[in-house]
């Protein structure tokens, strides 16, 4: 296996000598001292007095070729804020998509932009902001270059739309208080921005052509940046829950939020008793495996800064850690360094059987040549006087803006002190419309047992090959449009002895079609080695509609043998609008199993009704049902952000809300909480 992937990365650099890049795009701000109003209108002089900026190129769906219809950008700034005003030409607006309210919601679905900036110009890191013409936000960090996309990171600043006679505008305000960067003058900041427009499948960059618009070593560049530190340096965010449960007594619970900048580049949060009791439950899905599943984090204070800690072999696990006491980050970054730490303090979890555990954890990155890093991650566990963790260097390097290699080295500590090492190496070759990977990892049979106190590591004792091949072709001729081929190969033998323990190939076919329809196939064949040999089987069919402005509908049928079981396995999904602020999304899966070996047959029903007054003003209700374990879970909040995002009004209501898989036991409650930003 080792000899095949070294094979690979060979060729790999062979190939890359054969790719150039492209000079970077450029453009000055202007520094202004007058009032800027954001109102989608840029009504100010001081706009027509900036450096225009325009000759935008598509991503999607022609690489390289011209943008069908105009953008022009301006940037302005001044001690407070850095400004962005986008002109969006379109011939027809009243075809113009503006359907999501929500924010965080997939605002890249209507005709939106979005503006990445690097701040500290090493190509590897940057914020992001997306908004459509209602000014709706969505905002998050981007890592490794672009691969990762961390979206649960909230930062404090402005937006805002309007429609025109020749398309549409925007207006976005950025606080220099929200981003990191290095004070000084004539300072350069790596600058991406994408449009997009659903009508026309089409998503157009101003710099490139690009792999991926989230690709960073490829953005253009903010030039000449006079910046200095930003005044404001801490943030005390105390809350006050109230808790109203049919059958008990009124609780009433108090904690704190704090964050503190030591410098433009080095901050600190603490948290003390934090609120978890109003995140929306873990959602029911269905598991065909005989492997844990990974949870997404929900958690505000274990999502801030979360990008740092995503790796192949999943070393830090927050979900591992229940409710809290308390907790400390620390988060810093300057061009060639990154480094994040965190100690938080669990509290008993009588459901789950754990005692308080004292978990920390300590993330460094070092930047190395133009846009690739070598990382060190240790996570520990202390409880009863034992520690349990892993530790391990993890490496991605860029030969190019196509191909790259990524490798990881970890071992684990606890009970088990032999064959607990955990490696792979991946080379793989990424354009905007082909990937190819070859990856070789080996997990000791030991490693997960001492890991999984901290990791997220779902089997071990295996040496595993996997490849896999991913290539779309852009048609836009007669009823076709694109075309989407996916082929995943995966083999794995026990790490000690060599038996067979798993193979199995997938195959995969999408199509979408000139009315907005689209149609795709799957096909899995696999071999298990459990207590027996299984042999199991899967063919899968989906129908969609997509509107191109959020709106959209699925349905999906499956059959086949899953561990000596015929199953059946059909649902749907619908996401609609009854009014420009009124959406509903509906999810259903049914699974039927026979012969069925533990009532394994199931319902699931999932529903998401939303109503936003305004983007700081809006009720969410979440209900969820899985009839194999009679869960019936609904949970409804009224919010009110007075100091968007953290200072807010909430009212919330719940019924059955339990851990993932479990029946939820909870009775009627109400919970009141009140968050001011001091």
Known sequence: MMKITFFFISVLFFLQSMWGSTAAKTVSPLKTFDKIIIDGIMAEKIWQKSQPTSDFIQYEPSKGAPASWQTEVRVLYDSNYIY???????????????RVSKREGEVSSDDAVAIALDTFNDGQTAYI???????????GRLADNGRTFDDTWDGKWLSAGAITENGWTAELAIPFETLKFNPGKKRTWGLGITRFIPRNME???????MESYLRVSQFGALIGLDLSKTGKRGQIIPHLITKIEKGKKIDIDAGLDMRYAFSQSVSADLTANPDFATVEADQEVINLTRFELSLKEKRNFFLEGAEIYQQRIQLFYTRRISDIYGGVKVYGKSPGYEFSAMIVQSKKDEVAGLESANFNVVRFRKNIFNSSNIGFLMANK??????YGD??????????DKVNVTGQLAVSYGDKKNRNIAFYIRPSYDSSTFHIHLRCTHLGENFADNANAVAFISD???HELD????????VRKGWLKRVGYVSNYNIYWGARGGVLRSWQIDQGLAVDLANKFSIGAEYTREFKHYEKDFRNHRLGFDLGYNTREWQSARLHYEFGKNFDSDYILFGGAINFKLSKKFSVEYELDRLHVAPDPGLD?????????NHYFTKDLFIKVFFQGNSVIAKQNIQAVFVYRFQPPFGSLQLAYQRGTGRFGEKGLQGDTLFLKISYVL
């Open 382 to 387: 202390i409880s009863n006087g034992k520690i």
């Open 203 to 209: 998503i157009d960059a101003w710099s490139g052509p």
């Open 84 to 98: 962005f005003g986008i002109a969006c030409h379109d011939p027809e607006p009243q075809k113009i998509a503006a």
């Open 391 to 400: 530790a391990g260097i993890d490496l991605l390097y860029f030969f190019s």
């Open 129 to 139: 902001f997306f908004t459509n013409l209602r000014g709706i936000q969505k905002d």
């Open 601 to 609: 047959s199931t319902w699931l029903h999932v529903l998401r009704l």
């Open 460 to 462: 071990d004792d295996r």
């Open 467 to 474: 490849s896999a091949v991913e290539k779309t072709w852009w």
